[in-house]
């Protein structure tokens, strides 16, 4: 089953997507420089990074990845009443947050060594609400193939955020950095629920307990393998960043976190807008050959485009971003040409990750992503005791966490050569 790529609805679909991406990281591109030069510091960026990765541990597995499972749905009576079932669950997991904040506050801002998160951690259900609420409805309006309304909440989502961020940070409230984060999401999932109301809300007269308990017992595969598999590399985020807050400090990770912002919303561009259009896509394809030349057509496709951003970040003059941002960002080049070389392998690997849900390999993948986390401890402190540099161990990091993710992508094409076509 071939696909052409130039006429394609799958094509189409990704430019779309496509659009409203490019569109929406425009904004980040140009008011971050502007939020690192005049208004927050590298440190400012760490508390950010340690809010956001202490808030994910819940936000990516607060529907507990059913959102997956209603782009697979055929009827509608069962799309909404698992999309039902994921709020709901949702709202459980965000109150769940706000007691376990509101409890722990002190010990968790002790953990990370970061006090100035204390009093900033109320904020974080809000964070896994909105984010979470986010994701639910994207995968709603997937399932509609209604990917320009994905495009605009994108949209919608970044540009909010980083104006708040500026406006707020022009006040000199150090905290704008997150709160300008949630005000994105929440204005981004004020748009999905006000377009729900217009278009679908005649669906919800569909909604029946009983069938949503039904559909959400025939989607346990997410509960209990696709959501530990996101809390393992959600774990993953925060023990790395944990270890580098740990060794080296809050403004190494805050400048690692800035790296990171910027080479991830280079390839976020094409990872968000193909994954999504490519989940749809590879539910129609019956053969493990049609399945296995998809994913070699777009894994070469996926490397040719990941060496742009790679070469762009290699050839800029160290003397251009301090000159643009200050002597106190001196070292965000070195620390983004190193990251970026992990970070082109996981735009590769985790554009395509859907298949293995195709392929029904959620069970499996736990076990890689107990690996993933295992890797990266040995080159992290495999790199340290040959030299306790922050260098020296980002190097080992990124060595490590590239070598994963290209075993991965080999792993995958066996994994679609092997596969029982029958059950495809």
């Known amino acids: 089953m071939g696909l052409n790529i130039n006429r394609s609805d799958f094509a189409k679909n990704v430019l779309v997507l496509f659009s409203g991406t490019f569109i929406s990281q425009i904004v980040p591109f140009l008011i971050l420089p502007v939020l690192q030069k005049f208004y927050?510091?590298?440190?400012?960026?760490?508390?950010?990074?340690?809010?956001?990765?202490?808030?994910?541990l819940?936000?990516?597995?607060?529907?507990?990845?059913?959102?997956?499972g209603i782009v697979?749905?055929?009827?509608?009576?069962?799309?909404?009443?698992?999309?039902?079932g994921a709020v709901r669950i949702l709202i459980i997991t965000t109150i769940v947050s706000l007691v376990v904040v509101l409890v722990f506050k002190r010990q968790i801002a002790?953990?990370?060594?970061?006090?100035?998160?204390?009093?900033?951690?109320?904020?974080?259900?809000?964070y896994i609400l909105f984010f979470s609420l986010n994701n639910v409805m994207s995968y709603w309006n997937n399932r509609k193939s209604a990917f320009k309304i994905i495009s605009i909440s994108k949209i919608v989502q970044t540009s909010s955020a980083e104006f708040s961020k500026l406006l707020i940070g022009i006040f000199n409230f150090s905290s704008g950095l997150i709160i300008g984060r949630i005000i994105g999401f929440a204005l981004s999932s004020i748009f999905y629920v006000n377009r729900f109301i217009k278009s679908d809300l005649k669906s919800l007269k569909l909604l029946n307990s009983n069938v949503s308990k039904k559909v959400v017992r025939n989607n346990t595969d997410f509960i209990f393998y696709t959501t530990p598999s996101v809390f393992i590399s959600s774990l993953i985020n925060f023990v790395y960043i944990n270890l580098f807050l740990y060794f080296f400090g809050n403004e190494v990770v805050g400048v690692l976190g800035v790296s990171s912002t910027y080479i991830s919303a280079a390839y976020g561009v094409i990872s968000v807008s193909f994954s999504q259009v490519f989940y749809s896509k590879i539910n129609s394809f019956?053969?493990?050959?049609?399945l296995l030349d998809i994913y070699i057509k777009f894994a070469k496709r996926l490397f040719l485009f990941s060496s742009i951003p790679l070469i762009f970040i290699y050839i800029i003059p160290t003397s251009i971003v301090t000159s643009l941002l200050g002597e106190k960002w001196g070292e965000l080049l070195p620390i983004a040409r190193i990251m970026v070389i992990w970070l082109s392998f996981w735009?590769?690997?985790?554009?395509?990750?859907?298949?293995?849900?195709?392929?029904?390999?959620?069970?499996?993948?736990?076990?890689?992503?107990?690996?993933?986390l295992a890797v990266i401890l040995i080159g992290f402190f495999g790199a340290k005791m040959i030299d306790p540099s922050f260098i020296s161990v980002l190097w080992g990091f990124t060595i490590a966490k590239a070598s994963f993710y290209i075993f991965i992508i080999f792993l995958t094409i066996r994994f679609i050569k092997n596969c029982d076509e029958s059950r495809l």
């Not at 508390?47 to 202490?54: H, P």
């Not at 002790?110 to 809000?126: C, G, R, S, V, Y």
């Not at 735009?347 to 993933?372: C, P, T």
């Open 72 to 84: 697979l749905q055929k009827r509608l009576k069962d799309a909404v009443n698992l999309m039902y």
């Open 110 to 126: 002790d953990f990370f060594k970061t006090p100035e998160i204390e009093n900033l951690l109320f904020l974080a259900p809000f």
């Open 40 to 56: 927050y510091s590298p440190s400012d960026f760490g508390i950010l990074v340690v809010f956001v990765t202490f808030s994910e």
């Open 347 to 372: 735009f590769v690997s985790s554009s395509l990750s859907f298949i293995y849900m195709r392929l029904g390999k959620q069970k499996v993948m736990l076990f890689y992503d107990f690996l993933h």
């Open 58 to 68: 819940f936000a990516n597995i607060s529907s507990l990845k059913l959102e997956f």
């Open 286 to 290: 019956k053969t493990k050959k049609a």
